[in-house]
């Protein structure tokens, strides 16, 4: 019997002992639950005894003079107040408990605390009256006996009548816990004597699920069992977990035949080869003395190529493999085979222990001409494609740059016109042209650095720069753009940001107004709201710059309104400005991002971060700079 199997025999044994212990100790607890427990006076020598007796004090007993018993007779009765106190010496609570007092001759009841009495008065004859009462709370006219009443009631009772007491729970008078006691009081009133000693008390014990003696067998079978069940756990887990590693390892091996076309697992302190694959020509032709560095350097020295033959000794020298796997599962080198072409020699770890060097490794040779073929062919068409790229970006470079002058020129003699010619008309249209103008411009500018980009990465140095006055630039210069739009700009600006920032501004203008460009359309007749938000981190803050356009100008602006959808690429909108604004963003490794609302309305934002120079706060941009 293997030790997994004995635990798991164990672990059931110790289970079923469990589940019959706990139902011995279920059946045992509910039977005595359920059984009713007598004391009868206080003769009792049992754990549960009740005791009456009158109270011994100077007002516990009284006389009510001249009551009259009869019509012809008047006699002083004796009150008296009589206590009973039950004490339950077991260690089991009382659930429930009565106390029936038997009446030996002839007396009244007055009053009763703190539970209900249910009198039973002339018992056992035809004209016998039962009725349960709280004599601290009751209405005279409720009342069925035949009583007196003088302010007191009195109830009268005679030999063979009884009174039943039920206890109060929300006063406390049941349960009663283990090493407790209860106290009740009563009233009586008699004429010569008063007879008490003839009482019951009936109750029930309550034990919880953890008490009693069979609870104990079943708690410490349970723990045994508890305890089996995890060394099973344990060992049959360690027992998969040694399976499930066997397993892999020779699947494993055994998948790598398919790749490599030599296959031994080497022990590095003697250089003993065990071979797992092989060419049958070579496993014949190999001297069973040989170790594997003797093996391997033989091999190297009559196939290798001399070009490789030096680095390759150094590779396959099994005295220093250990210390080279030290940090890394494998090594592997190339080298060109006069039999066979390119092939690799790749060194596996195996059997790593934690401190201890690596004893045991697998050689794996591979034939990789093919895949030497298609790596040729593939780096081929890369550097086809980046030369064809990088024609498109000189040629895109240059046309950019020689569009600028004339553009720049035409802006200038629309400047004139502006100055010299005071036609209302001619104004109008000389500054729509400017307008255009100026978008024209900011895309050749944005073309030409684009371009750049692709070729040489960020071509302008990072320069100091003021914030507030790039941001106030970059509103002037859309203003006009808007206005032929019939467009509300807005901005949502943090005052606290830093004014003085280090990066590359003309980068993030051209990026603002082409962005702006973009998606002007999409807000003719509204709104566009550009904010800027910023989280500082130490010298450095991060900065998200976020473009909304709202065809309602109604619309009020939000941030992320919750119904929305992050896209990691730009939804709803394409053309020149946008590949545009992308490649500068790429260059200053950032990314345009939108977020799509179900409605379709889209905001674009991005990210960068810029080191701070001077951490004054760029404060409000009035309407005034905005739109001079």
């Keep these: 019997m293997t030790g997994q199997n004995r ?40 754990e549960v005894r009740m005791k009456i007796d009158s109270r011994e004090n100077s007002t516990s007993t009284w006389l009510k003079r001249s009551f009259p018993l009869s019509a012809t007779q008047l006699v002083d009765l004796t009150g008296q107040t009589i206590d009973g106190v039950l004490h339950n010496g ?28 249910e009198i039973h008065q002339y018992a056992g004859t035809d004209r016998e009256k039962v009725q349960r009462l709280n004599l601290q709370s009751y209405e005279l006219s409720d009342v069925i006996f035949e009583k007196r009443f003088d302010g007191d009631l009195l109830i009268p009772l005679q030999a063979g009548d009884y009174v039943i007491y039920y206890p109060s729970t929300r006063l406390n008078e049941k349960p009663i816990a283990g090493g407790e006691d209860v106290t009740i009081g009563m009233i009586f009133y008699y004429l010569d004597q008063l007879d008490l000693s003839d009482y019951d008390v009936l109750y029930h014990h309550h034990r919880g699920f953890m008490q009693g003696i069979t609870f104990y067998p079943f708690i410490v079978l349970s723990v045994f ?11 049959t887990i360690s027992y998969r977990r040694a399976r499930k590693e066997m397993e892999l390892r020779k699947s494993g091996i055994f998948c790598m035949s398919d790749i490599y076309d030599v296959i031994y697992m080497i022990h590095l302190q003697n250089g003993e080869m065990t071979p797992v694959t092989v060419n049958k020509s070579i496993e014949r032709e190999r001297a069973k003395h040989q170790s594997a560095k003797e093996l391997l350097s033989s091999m190297l020295l009559e196939d290798c190529d001399e070009k490789y033959r030096e680095m390759m000794l150094e590779f396959v020298d099994t005295d220093t493999l250990a210390e080279r796997l030290k940090e890394r599962n494998s090594v592997v080198s190339e080298f060109f085979s006069r039999m066979h072409g390119w092939c690799s020699i790749r060194f596996f770890a195996m059997d790593r222990t934690e401190g201890k060097p690596i004893e045991n490794v697998i050689l794996a040779i591979q034939n990789i001409n093919e895949e030497k073929k298609e790596l040729e062919a593939i780096t081929a068409r890369i550097d086809q494609a980046e030369s064809a790229s990088k024609s498109k970006s000189v040629l895109m470079e240059h046309v950019a740059e020689a569009m600028e002058p004339p553009l720049q020129e035409l802006m200038a003699q629309i400047d004139r016109i502006l100055r010299e010619n005071g036609n209302a008309a001619i104004q109008e249209y000389a500054r729509n042209a400017h307008s255009t103008a100026t978008r024209m411009l900011t895309l050749t500018e944005g073309l030409a650095d684009s371009a750049a980009l692709g070729q040489h990465g960020v071509r302008a140095v990072p320069e100091a720069y003021s914030l507030k006055k790039l941001l106030i630039t970059i509103l002037q210069d859309v203003h006009p753009l808007a206005e032929m739009n019939r467009t509300e700009v807005r901005t949502d600006l943090a005052e606290t940001l830093p004014d003085g920032l280090k990066g590359n501004p003309r980068l993030l203008r051209e990026i603002l107004i082409n962005l ?36 309602d100008p109604a619309e009020v602006s939000g941030r992320y309104p919750a119904d929305q959808e992050e896209t990691e690429e730009p939804a709803g909108l394409a053309g020149l400005d946008l590949d545009i604004v992308s490649a500068l963003l790429n260059g200053l490794g950032s990314a345009l991002r939108s977020v799509r609302s179900p409605a379709g309305r889209a905001e674009y934002y991005f990210e960068i971060e810029q080191p701070v120079l001077d951490r004054t706060g760029i404060g409000k941009i009035s309407a005034d700079e905005m739109n001079a």
């Design 7 to 46: 635990f798991r025999q164990i672990s059931i044994i110790l289970f079923v002992l469990s589940l019959i212990t706990l139902a011995v100790h279920i059946e045992s607890l509910v039977k005595f639950n359920q059984s009713e427990f007598l004391v009868h006076g206080n003769s009792s020598p049992g």
């Design 90 to 117: 077991s260690g089991d609570e009382i659930q429930d408990w009565s106390l029936r007092i038997n009446i030996a001759g002839d007396c009244f009841i007055n009053q009763a605390w703190n539970g209900e009495v």
């Design 225 to 235: 069992w508890l305890l089996s069940t995890i060394l099973d756990i344990a060992v």
């Design 516 to 551: 702006f460009s973009a998606m002007l359309p999409a807000a003719e007749g509204g709104s566009m709201q550009l904010s800027v938000y910023g989280k500082a981190q130490e010298d450095r803050i991060h900065l998200l710059f976020s473009l909304r356009a709202f065809a």
